[in-house]
């Protein structure tokens, strides 16, 4: 198993993409409100993303169907980003393999940065270090 994780980032490595990702340590949050309430709390990040790697007209693609915690999140997403984001969507991971890389990326990401960190997930990480822009929150 791990040697086919391996194999999958080595092979990504290869071509030419970029990340920028937040990476949060919820236990740091100070925010009562943040803390207490998920939405908040990802509507709050999410912002932070967008307005941290300095998007002019992006399409984002929300994984998933919408409902009503989704459509509250897209009108926060347009409110707060106004010209960074010019189009919102709504996908199904299955369909897309930029949903899945992202996907595999976030999960290693969470888990290379945590205290817990394997070996392995560490040198995967150096794997594909030279892609991502981590903004660690403090």
């Known amino acids: 198993m791990f040697k086919n994780i391996e194999i999958f980032f080595s092979e990504i490595a290869k071509y030419p993409f970029s990340v920028k990702a937040i990476y ?11 803390r207490q309430d998920a939405n908040k709390f990802y509507n709050y990040f999410l912002k932070q993303v967008i307005m941290h790697a300095n998007l002019h007209g992006a399409s984002i693609k929300i994984d998933g169907k919408k ?3 989704k459509k509250e999140l897209v009108n926060y997403i ?3 980003a106004k010209s960074s984001v010019a189009k919102i969507k709504y996908e199904d991971s299955k369909n897309n393999r930029l949903i899945q890389l992202a996907d595999m ?3 290693l990401v969470i888990h290379a940065y945590a205290p817990t960190a394997t070996p392995e997930q560490k040198k995967w990480l150096k794997l594909i270090k030279s892609k991502l822009d981590i903004w660690q929150f403090k």
Not at 24 to 34: D, F, R
């Open 24 to 34: 949060v340590n919820k236990m740091i949050v100070q925010s009562a409100e943040l």
């Open 67 to 69: 409902d009503t915690v």
């Open 105 to 107: 990326i976030v999960g």
């Open 78 to 80: 347009r409110t707060q």
